[in-house]
């Protein structure tokens, strides 16, 4: 299977050709080709202008009745007694959806001992229903129990849009979910809209950030997307209403196969990097692990986390727990800081979705600078220091 | 003790490219390369492998060429490969591919245990691994950091989350997803090249696995892709000059501004 071409819109302009990443469309004199190579990736029916190219459709799966789902619903997170951030998130975006779709928007919250103000909490941004499921099996994560009793909750309710964080959490359990519920999913979303016959239209970065694309499940309910935590923004509806459900479960929905013999929490909160909202991070330029105590110290003054590229992480100068980039982490903060560090593409794609990115180099030809919004041309070793002093003068502290 | 280990071959991310006038993907020079968490994963079943009497087999499945990722897996010490291969298998969703492995995986009918990296780095999905868990109704673990055994003969994971590490106990047969924390890669061997060289990689389609034509690829996909775009540019990049002493009260202003929190 490939592409489809249509013969009397194709201008033979090869504009397709050359945005192929499989090499599989040759231009001819007359009309262009498409090899086995096509993986169907779609990019060339985007590039088209004159609407010569689409693929094949995608599959219908078992048949069911798409109109017998309504509702968007969020996966709610909480976290030592609190709700998480992205829940927020969540619900702001989730509340744009289901207003589009003058449908209700409810949040799913699942655990033990869960105090009833997560719920209002839930409710003064957004939420409609809360649909509460308390167990004790439930007091610690586990892919299948938490899968489980969603799937459960969605079989009897049939939301139309299911949304969950992209968080470890997130991304772990609900493609149990999307799988046992023969939908489709998209993963770590960073922008959400609703076509006007109900397409989810899940935008999210691929290539490493290179490429942005836009998905559709077509023929399967609920849709479902996990989103990027910090990419949406949390919007308190003063004086939302809404109302709180308790569920019960059947038992066997509880059942996990795996058990959970120890949850031990980072207690460097410069480790934290997927929550931090500031990441001070560096590269060969520090020369020595020891040097990584100015970015702590940095860090530690505002309240951010400790990153590092992969080359300062083979010198063994930092634990592969702080690596940004393309094997460590992917991150997003609203302050990414890069502190001597070159800006291979490997790095690059781990950070280029942060809201603001301060490079700090003294060469002025290095790539950090071509994504960095704001460059600091200078030697760390002295910018560093001026820059701690600054903050601490500001702050009437004295260093 | 059979272990599976899921490997998907990648455009080599480092050099795909946005044209900046035309903004679509330059292909030029875009080599294939094993995507570089599968190379934690194969170097976590052959840690497996040098203590124990276990017998791993490499899985991917793409176009013919990426035989070659597999040949590379049996240079670094895999006992077998197999290729799933077919025309109807392009165009897969993260469930299409899901649906392939696993049919191959029940195929090869006495695994203990599935490792695949954490993600891709084409698609980011991290999907798949848990997808296939799903199917072939086994236990899972995410972002596995180390292995251990417990007594009993289940596994000891440790898995990293965005709030730390929790010690999971899963029993066998199970899948995990791991990262680069389960060790280095270790080199393709002499001998090892050698026995990749000549050995026979198995090509399996969708006939082999039982599958129909219409539950894999594009068909069988869920989800589609409607439109790909180059993300917006950032256009508005300042640099600051002057003393360090300057360029750090500057740097504080301009963070003021942008309403950095912390700052």
Redesign the interface.
């Known amino acids: ?2 592409a489809i071409v249509d013969r009397k819109k194709c201008t033979v302009c090869g ?1 397709c050709s ?6 599989a469309i040759t231009v001819g004199e007359t009309r262009i080709d498409i090899s ?8 060339c ?3 088209c202008e004159f609407g010569a190219l689409s ?5 219908t ?1 078992p048949e069911e009745d798409l109109g017998l789902y309504s509702g968007v619903w969020v996966c709610a997170e909480w ?1 030592d007694g609190s709700v998480h951030r992205v829940s927020h998130e969540l619900l702001s975006a989730g509340r744009m959806l289901a207003d589009k779709r003058s449908a209700p928007l409810c949040a799913v919250l699942l655990g033990s001992g869960l105090e009833e103000n997560l719920s209002r909490e839930l409710i003064t941004f957004g939420a409609d229903v809360v649909y509460v499921v308390d167990r004790p099996e439930l007091a610690r994560f ?3 129990a938490y ?1 489980n009793v969603l799937v459960e909750l969605i079989r009897t309710r049939k939301p139309e849009i299911l949304l969950a964080g992209a ?3 997130g ?3 609900i ?2 979910v ?3 519920l ?7 979303c960073t922008e959400l809209d609703i076509s006007e016959d109900g397409h989810l ?1 899940q935008t999210r ?16 309910r609920p849709q479902m997307a996990t989103v990027r935590p910090r990419v949406m923004r949390p919007l308190v509806i003063a004086g939302h209403e809404g109302r709180i459900e308790n569920v019960s479960v059947p038992d066997e929905c509880l059942k ?12 460097d909160q410069t480790a ?1 990097l ?2 931090a ?2 990441i001070i991070s560096g590269g060969r330029g520090l020369r020595k692990g020891e040097n990584f105590a100015l970015l702590q110290e940095l860090a530690g ?4 986390a400790v990153g590092a590229s992969r080359g300062a992480v083979e010198e063994g100068w930092i634990s ?2 702080h ?1 940004v980039g ?3 982490r ?1 991150v997003a903060p ?2 990414y800081m890069a502190v001597g560090i070159a800006g ?3 790095h690059v ?1 781990g950070m280029q979705g942060s809201k ?1 990115i ?1 490079a700090v180099n003294k060469d002025p030809q290095a790539p950090i ?1 071509d ?9 760390l070793f ?2 560093l220091p ?2 701690i ?3 601490r003068q ?1 702050r009437g502290e004295t260093s | 003790m059979h272990i599976a280990v899921c490997i998907k071959q990648v455009p080599d991310t480092r050099n795909v490219r946005i044209d900046p006038d035309t903004h679509t993907l330059v292909r030029q020079g875009v080599e294939s390369i094993i995507n570089p968490f599968d190379l934690f994963a194969v170097e976590a079943a052959l840690r497996i492998k040098d203590d124990t009497d276990a017998r791993v087999t490499a899985l991917t499945m793409g176009p013919p060429q990426a035989e070659e990722a597999l040949r590379e897996t049996l240079s670094r010490g895999v006992d077998e490969a197999v290729l799933l291969s077919d025309r109807a298998f392009a165009g897969s969703d993260t469930w299409a591919t899901s649906t392939t492995l696993a049919a191959a995986v029940s195929k090869l009918a006495d695994v203990d245990l599935v490792i695949c990296g954490k993600q891709a780095v084409d698609g980011d999905t991290a999907q798949v691994g848990p997808e296939m868990a799903t199917l072939l109704d086994i236990p899972y673990a995410t972002l596995v950091r180390s292995i251990e055994w417990t007594s009993g003969g289940d596994l000891k994971v440790t898995r990293q989350t965005d709030e730390g590490i929790e010690i999971w106990r899963l029993p066998l047969p199970s899948l995990i997803t791991v990262l680069k924390e389960v060790g280095e890669p270790r080199m393709p061997s002499l001998r090892h090249k050698m026995r990749a060289k000549k050995a026979q990689i198995p090509v399996w389609g969708a006939d082999d696995l039982g599958l129909s034509p219409d539950s894999v690829g594009l068909c069988g996909s869920y989800t589609q892709v409607v439109r790909v775009f180059s993300p917006p540019r950032r256009s508005d990049r300042v640099f600051i000059e002057g003393s360090v002493e300057e360029q750090a009260e500057a740097l504080y202003r301009y963070l003021k501004e942008a309403k950095v929190p912390g700052i």
Not at chain 1, 36 to 43: F, K, M, S, V, Y
Not at chain 1, 55 to 59: A, D, F, I
């Open positions: 299977m490939k504009v050359d945005a192929c990443p499989m090499g086995d190579d096509c993986t169907l990736c779609g990019i029916v985007d590039t693929l094949p459709e995608v599959g799966g976290r586990t892919d299948e899968a968080t470890s959490t991304r772990s359990f493609p149990r999307a799988a046992s023969r939908t489709g999913l998209t993963a770590d239209l970065p691929a290539f490493g950030g290179n490429v942005m694309a836009t998905i559709i499940c077509p023929n399967r996990s196969r795996v058990e959970v013999l120890e949850v031990i929490p980072e207690q934290r997927a929550e909202e500031v003054l505002v309240g951010g592969p727990s690596q393309q094997t460590g992917t609203s302050l291979a593409i490997q794609v603001f301060v600078f994504v960095a919004g704001c460059g600091v041309v200078a030697d002295e910018f001026a820059f002093r600054k903050i500001e």
